[in-house]
């Protein structure tokens, strides 16, 4: 094979692994805001249900007082019931202790339904934290994998760099030109295999004539549709790869 078509096609896949680290260096930032994402709505779900017992003892703390006031209205009716002289004033402080009892039980059910609750949000509480500590666990091993991959990939762009430089040394200032005009005008990718003699970047069929040509792998061939510069793998050789 032509030692610059050579060439050219290692700094192709040197640019393509390049491209796919850049790309995914671009992509890091919003894999590692995912996981925080999760993390933020497992602490909002927490605190939500810390509100929700709050509101919950603030209401509890209120019938308390409520049910404190009524008690206090009893035995204050209870205490004058010994002091009452006729039967109209028994029987109107008799109404009255009634209705407070009747207020004292419905401010007990009250405050049994919020205890019962408090019970149900305790248990919500616990769910909610022991999931909060789940997925903080998670994502800390999830930040981890994303830390060792971008020190990975920080490797990988020296390797590949240097890669690129050493090809580049080899090749002459003009193919240099070519190879980079037709990266930048067909999205970075400059060099294609023929194949059944199309062009497998474009689809486009290649006169017999230069599929010949390129057939040979003898020289710097481009495809006449897209401009590529074209090389060919014989069947013996993509059959082993």
Excluded: W
Excluded at 44 to 50: I, L, T
């Amino acid at each position: 094979m032509n030692s610059d078509l050579q060439h050219l096609i290692h700094l192709q896949d040197l640019e393509l692994i390049a491209e796919r680290v850049r790309q995914r260096v671009t992509d890091l930032p919003l894999a590692q805001a995912a996981p925080d994402a999760r993390v933020a709505a497992r602490t909002v779900a927490v605190e939500a249900v810390k509100g929700r017992i709050g509101a919950n003892l603030a209401a509890r703390r209120d019938i308390e007082k409520d049910l404190a006031a009524v008690q206090a209205r009893l035995s204050k009716y209870r205490d004058q019931l010994m002091e009452v002289k006729t039967n109209k004033e028994y029987q109107a402080m008799q109404k009255e202790m009634a209705v407070a009892e009747t207020e004292i039980r419905g401010h007990e059910d009250r405050l049994l339904d919020q205890m019962e609750e408090a019970e149900t949000l305790a248990a919500e509480l616990k769910a909610a934290e022991t999931a909060l500590r789940n997925e903080q666990a998670e994502v800390a091993r999830e930040q981890q994998a994303l830390s060792a991959e971008r020190a990975a990939m920080d490797t990988q762009v020296e390797r590949t760099s240097a890669a690129r430089r050493e090809v580049l040394a080899r090749l002459s200032a003009q193919t240099v030109a070519l190879f980079e005009r037709i990266a930048h005008g067909r999205r970075g990718l400059a060099v294609a295999e023929a194949k059944d003699g199309l062009c497998t970047a474009c689809h486009v069929r290649l006169r017999p004539q230069v599929f010949n040509e390129v057939r040979r792998n003898d020289g710097l061939h481009q495809c006449d549709s897209c401009t590529r510069i074209l090389y060919f793998v014989p069947a013996a050789t993509q059959t082993a790869s």
